[in-house]
């Protein structure tokens, strides 16, 4: 079924949407869900979360590009599950990406009125536009689907090698890029 | 800021890259294998346009399963001096190549102009008895142009595989789910012993991607070479794609419980394959992964 198809369904309040949604988009769902929480149960509690955080924002919401809608919620709600589970359990992969992560910004005084929620986000688009594509589609399966380095590089074809210098420079390019804009100093 | 504030920051990206990020992996991949064998894909396209701009007029100098071989060898041949990715089928959506066009050109004469539907999946008996479907035969180059050797069969041999899962189970293949073998195992080793014996062979391969859709492939080894044919058109993320490789090895890398199926060019002991790997992966194609008994 085509995703506007889909949204119509919310729109008429039919339960099918979420039957159509799960059917379409289920797996990457958990798949994100899965990345980030690290175990099954709790991927699963998120994607169920994430139909229903879908079902009461859609009216009035309608989304432009559906599948980044549902992922952007799937992602904060598995996000909140990894903080809440923090303290009992870790899962080293994604604390992983959230240290390299760290890097860019480690050990940087905060200029908190640069980055108010929003603001970042913009200045990250405007970094993303300025790399090339493949470098964009790297940092964003790594920092965004929160993808391992090993299923970058089977998905792009390349090195592991490769995939992690290149995010180690696009990492580097990215604290410039942040302190120029004032967001570190 | 920490790292988690970061991370929740690109959350807020925009949503075309998102979508770009999951979309347009087949096409990065698809960029680099145009960029390994720009000389290849150019001739190919050529011969392309030279069978589509006369195919009303002379089908049947296309659609002869030994001319359908040749033309794809002479493509191999060319590529030598790279030994990678060597031919691109088709696969750009914006190009044009359609199911019906692929068959077409490869020789499938069986299907109407218009028709879309893949042929019925059916398992061959006999198939699973040996190493190929029936015995190939040879040219004076060694490279087989029989009937199971014909490569618009392996064309619609991959497109009559099912798309739901209990179906695939069903079928012949050696079925590799996220690393963990589901079905034809006993396929898979039947076609390693043969290529160790040096027999002509063919197996079909079902992996998934991450959203769960079957990634169909068909190695055929002459007797020299190894032939990879990988059929992505069920993968509802990707464009209608298929690609195609050629390598000269086929290594297992057995370690750690697991084993991986590596295709080169490069010739390596069987011994220090998992040495030469972990030295320069670039060299090595990894296809299959899969966890051992």
Known sequence: MEDSQIIDLYWQRSENAIAETAKKYGKLCRHIAMNIVGNFSDAEECENDTYVSTWNAIPPTRPNVFSAFLTKIVRNIALNRYEYNKAQKRNHEFDLVLEELECCVAGKDTVESAYEEGVLATLLDEFLEQQSKEKRVMFVRRYWYSDSVKDIAKRLQISESKVKTTLFRTRNELQDFLAKHGVIV | MTGNDLFREIGGISEKYIAEAEATKRSIIHNTVFRRSLATAACL??????YFTTRTGSKEAATDSTGAAGHHNNNIKEDSSDNTVMNYVTGDTSGGFELDDILDFFGDN?????????????????????????EPEYSEEGVAVGEAFDYSNLVKRLLSYPNEYEALLQTDAFIVEHGIVRSGMERWDAFIDCVERGVPALVEVVQFTDEGDAIVAGILYNGKEYYLLMDYSRDAWGNTDWLEYVYNNLYLDTRDGRTKVLLSVKNVEKDKISEAFDKSPEDFFEWVEYVND
Not at chain 2, 45 to 50: I, P, S, Y
Not at chain 2, 112 to 132: G, K, L, R
């Open chain 2, 45 to 50: 396209m050529v011969c392309v346009g030279l």
């Open chain 2, 110 to 134: 069986d299907r109407s102009e218009n028709s879309t539907e893949a042929p019925a999946y059916e398992a061959d008996s006999a198939y699973s008895e040996n190493c190929s479907p029936s």
